[in-house]
């Protein structure tokens, strides 16, 4: 089993990302998404996508982030817009299987000027 992210990067306030992960190895995929963590702060969800397109953001992305799974539904995408410092943290993607979550390694969003 492997998550594969990309696209993390350096971005200047008010700059876009959009990062990418791709899962292989899992059977069946209920849901797909992106937690985050800054440093000295715990992990928390960012973006979740489900198998039936149920889509959840926290409060704090909505309206500046957009989740999407691609056709295959083992790749999920974010698109990070009107990005700001406190968007900076580690970016884990994250696959729901039958019994178990699936972590990627995590890609860093940092947003400083």
């Known amino acids: 089993v492997q998550l594969q992210a990309s696209g993390g990067g350096l971005v200047q306030p008010g700059g876009s990302l959009r990062l990418s992960c791709e899962a292989s190895?899992?059977?069946?995929?209920?849901?797909m998404g992106w937690y985050r963590q800054a440093p000295g702060k715990e992990r928390n969800l960012v973006a979740g996508i489900s198998t039936d397109g149920a889509i959840d953001y926290v409060d704090s992305v909505k309206g500046r982030f957009t989740i999407s799974r691609g056709n295959a539904k083992n790749t999920v995408y974010l698109q990070m817009n009107s990005l700001k410092p406190e968007d900076t943290a580690v970016y884990y993607c994250y696959a729901q299987g039958m019994v178990r979550l699936y972590w990627g390694q995590g890609t860093q969003v940092t947003v400083s000027s």
């Open positions: 190895g899992i059977f069946t995929i209920a849901a």
